[in-house]
């Protein structure tokens, strides 16, 4: 399995030791942090000292005595039986957040040490339990780690041809794989990108075994809500986290409180939202009132759509079967916008530093599914599920704020016009390379 951070994780390493910082992968639990920083330690560095905090009971109080960073290595050597040499090294320090004073470490890292490269990983919902522990602001790097997108995906079937070919923007020869494309990227819309669900379909191209595995991450999600937020607020998370399909297959503009529960208000699940956010697993996409820059200047944080994790566990939790999902039947097609936008979200995340948001009006005439701020110019980007060029709200958007580019992204062969460039689905990696 590939993954696309792992340059982002190269170029981490090769930065003079007074210019990089520690660097913690976030994510949601089950994204690959673990794999990802242990590939990376295999095959860039000589040897790899790891550390699991969570099983590493002998250790865990290594940073309670002092961050005397001699002795903490001399204590991670004896450990784990290996030796540390700078610059030859990676320590990775796994579920750092059952690490008391873990965290703070970091930043004597560091300040004391920087000629030692240090990876630190651990799950979103435990790290923020431990914010309070003096969390190293501006003393460490983060890495965000998302599911696998449709490029690694087909890199991980095996399909690493068909990426090529994207990658050379050969249109005429991309149409002409337009259906092979087509039945992989459904098959991703049912797998999606959690490393273990892709990995098994790699190897087994079954699908219940995919959805076995689905079906056991969200119970582990729904293990940690019990675990980690305040008592009183678990239930409605657990509310929130199931009513989000729903609102997704039903197109609303905005998320609507009132859909989870009649009398239900906005304050009642605001906590709920934020610790959701914050464990990773679900995306939220706030509405802009202008497409003018900055895009944050017209942002109205009431109005917003949330949006799932992973495209595979929207579709798990949804009982989509593989079936339904590859031949388009009628029940598919209830759920392919929502699915859709899904995924094109899903893509625009890999984009780094590269805020989403939706576009309506005040007026409540249009919508545009998705606004983004790239090369000094704000791109609409409306996502069709099938062979649909009408974007009657693309249009209006540009023709009032007169932008330059519009993207309209459906299952249609790519085409540039003077303003509105239409990507296929399966292409919308390159949005950056086309734009």
Known sequence: MKRLAYKQLVHWKNKPDSMRKPLIIEGARQTGKTWLAMEFGAHEFDNMVSVNFEDAEQIRNIFEMDFDIERIILGLQAYTHQTIVAGRTLIFFDEIQFARRGLLSLKYFKEKAPQYHVVAAGSL???????????????????????????????????????ELLHTRDWQTITAFEQQFTHLLRQYYYVGGMP?????????????????????????????????????????????????????????????????????????????????LNAGVI????????????????????????????????????HLDEATMLSGNQYFMQYKGALTEQFVLQELQLLPDVPVYYWAPETGIAEVDFVVQMAGKIVPIEAKAERNLRAKSLKMFVSRYHTETAVRTSLSPYQRGDVVIDLPLYAMSLLKNVL
């Open 283 to 318: 995306h939220k996409v706030t509405r802009v009132t202008a497409g003018e820059m900055p895009l944050a200047g017209f942002e109205e944080p009431e109005a917003f759509k949330l949006y799932m994790l992973d495209i595979g566990l929207l579709g798990a939790m949804t």
């Open 125 to 163: 919902l435990g790290l923020i339990d431990h914010y309070d522990d003096s969390f190293p602001v501006g003393k460490v790097e983060f890495l965000r780690l998302y599911p696998l997108g449709f490029e690694e995906f087909l890199m991980a079937i095996g399909e690493e041809s068909l990426v």
């Open 196 to 276: 273990e669900a892709v990995k098994t379909f790699a190897e087994q191209k079954d699908y219940q075994s995919v959805r076995t595995i689905q079906s056991q991450l969200l119970k582990s999600y729904a293990n940690d809500f019990s675990k980690h937020p305040p008592k009183e607020i678990v239930k409605r998370m657990s509310i929130l986290w199931n009513a989000i399909p729903v609102q997704l297959a039903k197109e609303n503009r905005r998320f609507v409180y009132s859909a989870i529960r009649g009398s239900a208000r906005a304050k009642d699940f605001e906590t709920s939202i934020e610790w959701l």
